[in-house]
């Protein structure tokens, strides 16, 4: 069938967003954890019958190009056996997913007696087994020290849940109220979903509906080649580095050969550093998300975000480095580390061929899981994940880089939430939150600020800390002649007055009442020669202390 006319193809273009963004908004008012309903970190995506992304909301972009790959794994776990009502789950990343800690629902959704979408819901769970709370092990050498691993299984049928497999996947983690609702709300998400999209397919037709989709599809790719055809042609390489690998390598590299010919862009991973024996190494779904969302940060900001943009980008990688691993090395760290980082290397490359869409580096992400007891709530232990203090962004050829927006893999997407809620919740006092002087990398436009925060701990009784991330000895990256962004420094104070620095990848930290964590991170890189820089932002700067 001939594809729509256009005003019936933006119509359903823009249906296809809302119904994401929709799904969104169910997932953010029924989770119940505070990485969900307060720091968002989950995504949302239709693919098609063939696992093509036709549309995704606007939420954290690592784990957009990655959803294909859950659905293509249902695909081939159940193939024909495929029903109507039937609610998929996995998590394993070498079998569709990104890391362990991200759960994606997958719902199937029929029409005519087949298949013509896919509704999926990926969210962060706030524990997941494993040898340490909070999802992220630093000491893990193989995946199965970070957790329950979750091939495609069917979950449910008739749209419900299987209870025996529910039982089963809490039991396996320390936190399973939180957990089982955070569950419930994916499921609930992705059945919205297919209820939108049956309306859709009865208002249109089936016909008029796959039509629309492939339509769709070539016109976001042709999109994106008009872009990169307007690009210098070359071939360059650009290099970013990991602090260290928790396990006494230090500067672990990586490279990204990127040649652009004509409207096509080829990624060459393959000189980036063996793989490492811990949660750095990237799977491959995670690896082949950092690559497009690199490469559609650079695009034209309204191009839709599916797979058809996806198409000009060809990805070329050498089994056993870090960011292609063999099966069984533990993952869990990538979706920030390194993705941030193959996002930098990929932009500095390509910086040569669009300066004026290359922008400077995000900062990397430093997080600290906590576990402990709160006196307001006896017999309910909490852990809570730190998403405050964000790093800033990277400055660009348009303006200074955002304050405290996070790193290059979220951009923005995760937030930080109230502070006055993550007090009533949690047995925490903020005692400052604001502005890092200085923190920016400097250039004709700086880098956005990092933050500082004061936490003291109000636990009832000991508790014990995790830290995952990077960024200490590396800061964001300058791009075009702009500084660096400072590193992080985290250090955590005692109640008697000694103190320590934190590093990125320590397991249980003795925490006490009354101890305090001392946050500074890190800002975003500069863009262009400082020397360029107008005075009048170099004084508005002064007047606001932000040097």
Not at 325 to 352: D, F, Q, R, W, Y
Not at 412 to 441: D, N, V
């Amino acid at each position: 069938m001939n594809a729509p006319d256009p005003v019936t193809l933006s119509v359903l273009e823009n249906r296809f967003r809302a119904i994401v963004d929709e799904m969104g908004e169910a997932m953010l008012r029924t989770a119940y954890s505070q990485i969900l309903n307060s720091s968002r970190d989950f995504s949302i995506a239709i693919c098609d019958a063939e696992a093509r992304l036709l549309a995704q909301a606007d939420h954290i972009p690592i784990h957009v190009g990655a959803m294909p790959f859950a659905v293509e794994a249902v695909v081939k776990a159940f193939g024909e056996s495929i029903a109507e009502g039937n609610v998929y789950l996995l998590n394993d990343p070498y079998h569709g997913g990104s890391h362990l800690p991200d759960f994606t629902v997958v719902v199937p959704i029929f029409a005519e007696g087949r298949v013509i979408f896919y509704s999926v819901v990926r969210a962060h769970q706030t524990d997941i087994g494993g040898g340490t709370h909070g999802a992220y092990n630093p000491a893990a050498t193989e995946i199965f020290h970070e957790g329950l691993r979750l091939p495609p299984i069917l979950l449910g049928e008739d749209r419900l849940p299987r209870p025996d497999l529910v039982r089963m996947i809490v039991t396996n983690s320390r936190m399973p109220r939180e957990v089982r609702g955070d569950l419930m709300a994916m499921i609930g998400a992705a059945h919205l979903g297919e209820k939108r999209l049956l309306a859709v397919l009865d208002r249109n037709g089936v016909a008029t509906t796959e039509a629309a989709v492939g339509a769709i599809l070539s016109l976001s790719e042709a999109h994106a080649r008009r872009i990169i055809a307007s690009w210098k042609d070359g071939r360059w390489t650009g290099e970013a580095f990991l602090d260290d690998d928790g396990f006494g390598r230090q500067d672990i590299a990586i490279r990204a050969t990127v040649t652009k010919t004509g409207d096509a862009i080829v990624v060459d991973l393959s000189e980036s550093d063996r793989q490492v024996p811990s949660f750095l190494n990237s799977s491959w779904p995670n690896t082949v998300s950092a690559v497009r969302m690199a490469i559609v940060f650079l695009l034209d900001p309204e191009i839709a975000k599916n797979d058809g943009c996806f198409r000009p980008i060809e990805i070329v990688a050498r089994e056993g480095t870090i960011v292609f691993p063999h099966e069984g090395a533990p993952v869990t760290m990538c979706t920030s580390h390194c993705a941030n980082e193959i996002v930098e290397a990929v932009v500095k490359a390509l910086a040569n061929a669009c300066p004026d869409r290359a922008m400077g580096g995000w900062g990397r992400r430093f997080r600290i899981a906590i576990k402990g007891s709160d006196a307001r709530r006896p017999g309910r232990p909490f852990v809570w994940h730190l998403f405050h203090a964000r790093p800033g962004g990277g400055g660009s050829s348009q303006g200074d880089g955002w304050s405290n927006a996070g790193e290059w893999h979220s951009a923005g997407g995760l937030k930080f939430g109230s502070i006055e809620m993550a007090e009533a919740r949690f047995p925490l006092f903020f005692a400052r939150h604001e502005f890092r002087p200085g923190s920016a990398g400097d250039g004709r436009y700086r880098g956005g600020l990092g933050a500082e925060l004061v936490l003291k701990l109000e636990t009832d009784g000991p508790a014990v800390g995790n830290t995952a991330g990077d960024g200490v000895r590396h800061g964001a990256a300058g791009m075009l002649g702009g500084k660096d962004g400072l590193p992080h420094h985290y250090t955590l104070e005692h109640a008697d007055g000694t103190s320590r620095d934190l590093g990125t990848k320590e397991v249980g930290i003795p925490l006490a009442p009354g101890d305090t964590l001392h946050v500074r991170s890190g800002g975003g890189g500069g863009w262009g020669p400082p020397e360029q820089r107008d005075a009048e932002a170099r004084r508005r700067d002064a007047d606001e202390g932000l040097l």
